[in-house]
């Protein structure tokens, strides 16, 4: 049965026959004949009547409220309910044709439904009848009458009415299938109709909560939470209607908002529905007062839920005191929140689908705190090391995050964490000790690393001097356990160790300490550069004063350029074709006798320099470090001083040049400078020497009668009679001395082993031959005393007989005078005796 | 790049033989390092090693070469023991030796004392090229060294031992006595050291595995 077919039904037997009672106007009889048409009755009398009537050609049809009453007022219909639902879903043709029941009639529609709800909705009811009830209801509600309030006003009631929440629901089902609730008309007192959207407003309060947002908002947080798991709930049907003026009732009334928290939060135990407008509901100033609230409470696990479903629109100074209050959440009960489902289904979201820059900075304390190796709880170290290894160090390059701090932006630096966040400074050393052993691997050790790097120079200042020596050893510990660790960590962290490294050992003089930073190159390449850029800034630095511990190292590491064939030590390069002259000056201004030191570093250069020109022919990088060495020798040579050159060296530097083989044969600047060094020092030795024993003759004379034989003596007298005839000077004394402790004497030369007496022997030997010392000269007494001590010291010696044989073949050969003859000749006859 | 072991070269790894068998059980002597470097173990034995001689990089480890090279390590100290014994009777050597109390000083005095003339040039200088060998070797495990240096350290190394000693014998005697200067006379014990064996052992077992590496000395 249609719609038309029930409503003719209807219409005959219980309207028509009133219909025909009633009288009419010919205005208001065209529209009875206008809704007779439309529900297709027009076989009977009222009908038949009104069209003879010809006035009704002219006049426009009325639908008054008394036409309107006779077509919709049918209490008594209402008695039976099925009667009474057919009889309200047979209105629809006419509704839908604008021909709106007047009120009276549309509140005892309204009574009967309130009553009859039930019966309505259950399956008594067909589905047709059901979708033509609410079909009108609709067409009242966006009608431009009074009944669309009426009826609304009836529809909120129920829907708001959760003592039955089976007719409730069965409404705001129906309500958001039909889209009956979207805008409503508003009769005023001056019967101007104004429409009003369905919003949650002042005019909404006015209409249908008697002007009282407290009511409203009480009914909406109390239906919150009802509903069914999976189906459609008030809150669907009011979600379009929030609006910024609820939004500033929460900003008024916290209190409010502390009920919408929870309601919140019930709802989503009970239903498992987000709430998310609610939630991120917001004023006209982009205010959110809900989650504003959020972030002044102490949390619990709903908040948690809650704020994971937060707007990702709201401005970030409302969402900081969320953040801290959450890190809150987390810190109290010795953290046992961490094991809740609330953080493990949610709160891990809050920080893994974040960035660094919304998240407050105390994250860094509490992770540091949570991780810690020695407090930290294991299962809750590798969740923490992962979000916030993420959040604080990927991306970041080799930067420190911008972080949220005081509501604002705030870029970290590391001078800031250092003190004032970690504020290790009293017990540094135990701190650091404590990360030492989780190696670089670990991401809070990384997030040390980039802390310490950030702060650069600052360091200096921030640790004292013992600090900063630990600091270098977590760091070396650091460096090396990148070893044990990926590629790409090693790549990102080990080149902000080193350049850490190099700022924290800039103080010469720790070469130990400066070679450990300078390994760290064979850990990756990604640092070689840097750190053989630090050890030749602490080997080369031109800016420092030299010293003998830092030529010598230019010297050693010659062995690790040179079998490395440059591979290693490369600043050598540097060093030996830049620093010859600056280390001859160095040398040149030393006080100190360096020809010992001189002649062993020469020994050792040019023994590599030997081994390159062996190579040179197989290999060129061999001939390229002779070179340099050459290049170096020539500096070095060209400015140092003669002095400082002893004689050995300067004999081997000559022979070595002469070597053809290995030497220096080709090199024009070389060879001139070593042979002027020679001649130079060959020159001066002589000189030398005597002003050595003019110097000991003033300063020895004095004391000699008490003197006994000792080494200073020996040389004095060794060096008289080896010079005194080039001199002019002839110690008288000192040769006295020896012939009267010839004892003494004798057995001082009997423990040398230096090859003194031959030397002496040698020497006194001369005198004898000596003219000017003969008998009768003014050196005489010079003479005499050679001689006693010549017998003295060859006679009994197997050297006497071979001496004796000598000086009788220069008697007999006739050159020397008489009165030298007869002194030979005497020396002779003693020997033998 | 690394390079095949010639005949000559093999020669030269030799010095170290029995020394890095004693450090390394496994070693497998025909190849440059010695260690297997798939084998984790190995490289792992390798670092602890290398740790042991405080060698954390190739910076480390050409700083010891020069010190072993040097005679810094061993010979300096012997020598001076040495010279100072030299000038003792049995008497007087007899008096320094009960007056020492440590029983590894006595043992190192013993031992100087027997070689105080025969190893006057020598001094152990053979020991410490078998190591300056062997710790080439275990740098070349992490890297830290080439063998082209090696072969060029290698040479010069091989010119040293074998102008100072004319045997294997006697080189490897000289290593011995260094081994035990070093580390006392005491068998080592196996407990604590697991898996290593003491040098007499090594020794042997080379001398019946190689029997032919070890006849020609050749120069």
Redesign the interface.
């Known amino acids: 049965m249609n719609t038309t077919q029930q409503m003719s039904a209807i219409f005959i037997k219980n309207i028509v026959p009133k219909l025909e009672k009633a009288s009419f106007s010919d205005a208001e009889l065209k529209a009875v004949i206008q809704i007779l048409e439309l529900i297709n009755v027009t076989e009977n009398n009222v009908y038949k009547k009104s069209l003879s009537n010809s006035n009704l050609k002219e006049v426009q049809a009325d639908f008054s409220s008394k036409v309107s009453q006779q077509i919709y007022f049918h209490p008594e219909l209402y008695k039976d309910e099925a009667a009474g639902i057919e009889l309200v879903a047979s209105w629809l043709p006419l509704i839908e044709n604008g021909f709106y029941p007047n009120e009276k009639s549309v509140l005892k529609l309204l009574d009967f439904l309130y009553f009859n709800l039930t019966y309505f909705q259950s399956s008594t009811t067909s589905e047709v009848i059901k979708a033509q009830i609410f079909q009108i209801l609709k067409i009242l509600v966006q009608s431009k009458s009074q009944a669309s309030l009426t009826v609304a006003r009836f529809l909120l009631e129920r829907i708001f009415d959760i003592r039955d929440v089976l007719n409730s629901d069965f409404l705001i089902q129906n309500c958001i299938k039909y889209d009956i609730l979207n805008s409503y008309t508003v009769v005023n007192q001056d019967q101007t109709i104004s429409t009003h959207p369905f919003q949650i407003d002042d005019n909404f309060i006015l209409y249908f909560f008697e002007n009282d947002w407290h009511h409203f908002i009480t009914s909406l947080h109390q239906i919150l939470p009802v509903g069914r798991i999976g189906s459609l709930t008030a809150y669907d049907l009011m979600g379009p209607w929030f609006s910024n003026e609820l939004a500033l009732f929460y900003q008024n009334n916290t209190e409010s908002c502390l009920y919408a928290i929870n309601a919140l939060k019930e709802r989503l135990i009970f239903t498992e529905a987000k709430s998310v407008e609610l939630l991120n509901i917001k004023t006209s100033d982009n205010f959110y007062p809900l989650v504003h609230f959020i972030g002044n409470k102490v949390w619990d696990a709903g908040d948690v839920l809650l704020f994971n479903n937060r707007d990702k629109n709201i401005p970030q100074n409302q969402l900081d005191y969320c953040y801290l209050k959450f890190l809150d959440w987390l810190l109290i009960d010795g953290g046992s929140n961490f094991n809740t489902e609330a953080f493990k289904n949610h709160g891990i979201k809050i920080l893994s689908e974040n960035t660094a820059e919304a998240l407050p900075l105390q994250c860094i304390p509490f992770w540091f705190n949570k991780c810690h190796p020695k407090a930290g709880q294991r299962h809750q170290i590798e969740v923490y090391n992962t979000l916030f290894g993420n959040l604080l160090l990927e991306n970041q390059t080799d930067r420190l995050p911008t972080m949220r701090f005081q509501n604002e932006a705030f870029q970290v630096t590391g001078a800031f964490l250092i003190n004032d966040v970690f504020q290790t400074s009293e017990i540094f050393k135990s701190w650091l000790q404590d990360f030492i052993k989780l190696g670089i691997i670990s991401p809070l050790n990384q997030f040390l690393v980039r802390t310490f790097h950030d702060a650069q120079e600052e360091l200096l200042n921030l640790y004292n001097a013992e600090q900063q020596e630990f600091l270098q050893l977590y760091l070396l510990e650091m460096a090396?356990s990148a070893r044990d660790t990926s590629d790409e960590i090693t790549k990102q962290n080990l080149p902000l160790i080193v350049k850490s490294l190099s700022i924290l050992c800039f103080d010469p003089g720790n070469f130990t300490r400066v070679?450990?930073i300078?390994?760290?190159?064979?850990?990756d390449n990604c640092v070689k550069k840097s750190c053989n850029d630090f050890a030749k800034s602490h080997y080369i630095n031109e800016n420092r004063p030299l010293n003998l511990n830092i030529i010598q190292a230019w010297f050693?590491y010659l062995?690790?350029f040179?079998?490395?064939?440059k591979?290693?030590a490369i600043w050598i390069a540097d060093a030996f074709s830049t620093q010859g002259v600056r280390a001859a000056q160095y040398f040149n201004a030393h006080d100190e006798n360096v020809s010992f030191f001189i002649d062993r570093a020469i020994n050792h250069i040019t023994s590599f320099h030997k081994?390159c020109k062996h190579r040179e022919a197989e290999n060129q990088i061999a001939g390229e470090i002779a070179a340099l060495i050459e290049l170096f020798l020539s500096d070095f040579l060209g400015a140092l001083n003669a002095e400082n050159l002893n004689t050995n060296t300067l004999q081997f530097l000559k022979k070595y040049s002469q070597n053809d083989t290995s030497s220096f044969v080709h090199q024009t600047r070389l060879l001139p400078i070593i042979d002027k060094l020679y001649q130079h020092h060959f020159k001066d030795v002589l000189k030398e020497e005597t002003n050595v024993f003019i110097k000991h003759h003033i300063t020895t004379t004095v004391a000699i009668e008490t003197a006994s034989i000792n080494p200073e003596y020996v040389d004095i007298l060794l060096q008289n009679l080896e010079n005194y005839s080039a001199e002019g000077i002839c110690d008288t004394k000192i040769l006295e001395v020896f012939n009267r402790d010839i004892v003494a004497f004798k057995s001082f030369l009997k423990q040398d082993d230096t090859g003194i007496e031959t030397r002496f022997t040698q020497a006194l030997y001369m005198t004898l031959l000596d003219v000017n010392l003969a008998p009768g000269t003014t050196l005489e007494n010079y003479g005499t005393l050679s001689k006693s001590l010549f017998v003295h010291l060859v006679k009994g010696t197997k050297m006497a007989g071979s001496y004796a044989m000598g000086l009788k073949a220069m008697i007999k050969s006739g050159v020397y005078p008489e009165n030298v003859a007869t002194v030979l000749s005497q020396v002779v006859e003693d020997l033998k005796s | 790049m690394t390079q095949e072991i010639t005949a000559k070269i093999q020669d030269q790894l030799n010095l170290s033989a029995l020394i890095l068998k004693k450090n390394h059980k496994h070693a497998d002597l025909t190849t440059w390092s010695g260690f297997d470097l798939n084998d984790d173990m190995q490289v792992k034995q390798a670092k602890r090693l290398l740790k042991l001689f405080g060698i954390?990089?190739?910076?480390?480890l050409?700083?010891s070469l020069?010190r072993y090279e040097s005679g810094q390590m061993v010979s300096q100290s012997f020598e001076k023991l040495a010279s100072e014994l030299r000038n003792d009777t049995t008497t007087t050597f007899d008096a320094k030796y009960n007056a020492e109390q440590n029983p590894r000083s006595k043992n190192i005095y013993k031992l100087v004392w027997k070689y105080r003339f025969i190893l006057k040039t020598q001094k152990l200088i053979g020991y410490e090229m078998a190591v300056y060998i062997m710790q080439m070797r275990l740098g070349h495990v992490?890297?830290?060294?080439?063998t082209?240096?090696m072969l060029?350290?290698l040479e010069?190394a091989n010119d040293t031992v074998k102008t100072s000693f004319s045997s294997w014998g006697e080189f490897h005697r000289n290593v011995c006595l260094g081994d035990e200067y070093i580390l006392g006379t005491t068998e080592q014990d196996n407990s604590t050291f697991p898996g290593s064996g003491t040098l007499w052992e090594c020794y042997q077992r080379l001398n019946i595995q190689q029997a032919d590496w070890f006849k020609e000395w050749k120069k």
Do not use: A, V
């Not at chain 2, 954390?56 to 480390?60: A, F, I, V, Y």
């Open positions: 090396h070679n450990e300078w390994g760290l190159k064979n850990i050693n062995g690790d040179y079998y490395s064939s591979k290693e081994k | 954390k990089s190739g910076l480390h050409r700083n020069q992490l890297g830290f060294i080439e082209d240096e060029l350290r010069e």
